[in-house]
């Protein structure tokens, strides 16, 4: 059974730090890309990363790109989002996706329907 669980989340200050994990069982992780999502209150669920399997190819949305970097652990089955100088226009839930189609991130990386399985998300909060 495929599984993807998110871990990490909370409450922090703006400015201040957080490391999501991206914990996953039931497939061979060290094939397949990793994305990581967000979903901010009332909007649309939006691409934020993307890691290759290897890990030698990385994406991030222009939102974030500076402050927040992707990495995986593939002996650990696990990737992980380092976030950094947080925004209150951070706070969302985050979620980790996985595709088995295909070993490195696509052009179209940051498109919801290029992953098909998920996981269901923690949530990140900074006061506004």
């Known amino acids: 059974q495929v599984q993807l669980v998110e871990s990490g989340g909370g409450l922090v200050q703006p400015g201040g730090s957080l490391r999501l994990s991206c914990t996953t069982s039931?497939?061979?992780?060290?094939?397949?890309?990793i994305g990581w999502f967000r979903q901010a209150p009332g909007k649309e669920r939006e691409g934020v990363s993307c890691?290759?399997?290897?890990?030698?190819?990385?994406y991030y949305a222009d939102s974030v790109k500076g402050r927040f970097t992707i990495s995986r652990d593939n002996a650990k089955n696990t990737a992980y989002l380092q976030m950094n100088s947080l925004k209150p226009e951070d706070t969302a839930v985050y979620y980790c996706?996985?595709?088995?189609?295909?070993?490195?991130?696509?052009?179209?990386?940051?498109?919801?329907?290029?992953?098909?399985?998920w996981g269901q998300g923690t949530q990140v909060t900074l006061p506004s």
């Open positions: 996706a996985t595709d088995f189609r295909r070993a490195r991130c696509r052009d179209i990386w940051y498109a919801e329907n290029d992953y098909t399985y």
């Open positions: 039931g497939f061979g992780f060290k094939y397949y890309p």
């Open positions: 890691i290759s399997n290897s890990g030698d190819t990385t």
